[in-house]
Antibody, heavy 113, light 109 residues
Framework: EVQLVESGGGLVQPGGSLRLSCAAS????????MSWVRQAPGKGLEWVAN????????YYVDSVKGRFTISRDNAKNSLFLQMNSLRVEDTAVYFC???????WGQGTLVTVS | QAVVTQEPSLTVSPGGTVTLTCGSS?????????PYWLQRKPGQAPRTLIY???NKHSWTPARFTGSLLGGKAALTLSGAQPEDEAEYYC?????????FGGGTKLTVL
């Protein structure tokens, strides 16, 4: 079964760091742009970042620029999101996805408190 | 970054037709924005219904149709079913970054 599985979420204090991982199975992640999307409690979906197939291009929403870093390890079929200087407003469920292919993980909860 | 606007809520009768729209603060929405439409139900991962304006996935019910309409992206639901009650989000491309709309809560009643 094609799936993406996120991990690495949890509770962290403001100013702290977390590294999210997204492992792909039955799906060759290296062939596609990949994204991180989040949804804060009671809010809508927010696109956070994406990265090109070979990692040579990446983009971020303004609110995370300079704090978050998206990366990928195609050999390990994995996507990452390094989150530094976390703020209370970063609290959300974080999804990794190939939005165009319609492949989404189930999400991992990040709580900054 | 740009702001993408959607109707906050809409109601449709079972079997009825409704159109959700997606506008951009930068002007007319075009095929160059590669509009997506996603469905979100509580407790479930988002589901991509439409990509690149009109394209459907294998799991997208035929009653959903994507288009460009009056300078906006549009999602038309024809023959609404109770299971279509959900939040619907559009997503637009801005030459690198993407931006979601605020979502439309669709009630089938």
């Amino acid at each position: 079964e094609v799936q993406l599985v996120e991990s690495g979420g949890g509770l962290v204090q403001p100013g702290g760091s977390l590294r999210l991982s997204c492992a792909a199975s039955e799906f060759t992640l290296s062939s596609f742009w990949m994204s991180w999307v989040r949804q804060a409690p009671g809010k809508g979906l927010e696109w956070v970042a994406n990265i090109k197939e070979d990692g040579s291009e990446y983009y971020y929403v303004d609110s995370v620029k300079g704090r978050f870093t998206i990366s990928r390890d195609n050999a390990k079929n994995s996507l990452f999101l390094q989150m530094n200087s976390l703020r209370v407003e970063d609290t959300a469920v974080y999804f990794c996805a190939s939005v165009k292919l319609g492949i989404w993980g189930q999400g991992t909860l990040v709580t900054v408190s | 970054q740009a702001v993408v606007t959607q109707e906050p809520s809409l109601t449709v009768s079972p079997g009825g037709t409704v159109t959700l729209t997606c506008g951009s603060s930068t002007g007319v929405v075009t095929s160059g924005h590669y509009p997506y439409w996603l469905q979100r139900k509580p407790g479930q991962a988002p589901r991509t219904l439409i990509y690149d304006v009109t394209n459907k996935h294998s799991w997208t019910p035929a009653r959903f149709t994507g288009s460009l309409l009056g300078g906006k992206a549009a999602l038309t639901l024809s023959g609404a079913q109770p299971e279509d009650e959900a939040e619907y989000y559009c997503l637009l491309y801005y030459s690198g970054p993407w931006v979601f709309g605020g979502g439309t809560k669709l009630t089938v009643l």
